[in-house]
């Protein structure tokens, strides 16, 4: 029988292809009617692995990549660290990414890695997690509230090929203030 559990574990240099994978199968259906279709229709899987495998091994411990798992083979990524305001880096934390495949929405994958970068920031003593997602980007919105997320007021001008494409800040306290 096969074991449909989610499994959260570190990413590891293996994955690097497969959370490429998944990154630009998440994009051009999560973006798809958001931003141009022609900057969608050039990402590329290869050069995101490699960039991936770039940035893995540039690594200095401070953003944790993260994969879900589930009947042996990864179906979702997320990438966690300090806030950055500008290039300073705050106290706070901040949710980078997190794609599942397309395939799995709904299966409680990216639930799972929330939950997980929820908690391990929290382990950490990060008093918020911030996130930045864009504005028109509903289902995504969806997401985020329902894991306890806020839009706090703040955004942020994005441009892809010439459109603008803004983004909305959201945030979550983790832990409990006296």
Known sequence: MDDDRIR???MALPDCHRVAEIRIGGWRTAYRGLIPQSHLDTLDVAQDAERRRSY???ADGSVLDLVAEQDGEVMGW???GPY???EVRTADAEL???YVD???YGAGIGRALLQESVRRCTAAGHRRMLLWVLRDNARARRFYERAG???DGAEEPFEVDGVA???VRYARELTAHR
């Open 84 to 86: 950055r305001d500008g």
């Open 102 to 104: 397309p395939g799995r």
């Open 149 to 151: 997320f806020r839009a």
């Open 78 to 80: 997320a990438c966690h």
């Open 8 to 10: 959260i574990r570190p």
């Open 165 to 167: 494409v803004p983004e």
């Open 56 to 58: 893995f091994a540039q």
């Open 96 to 98: 980078y990414a997190i």
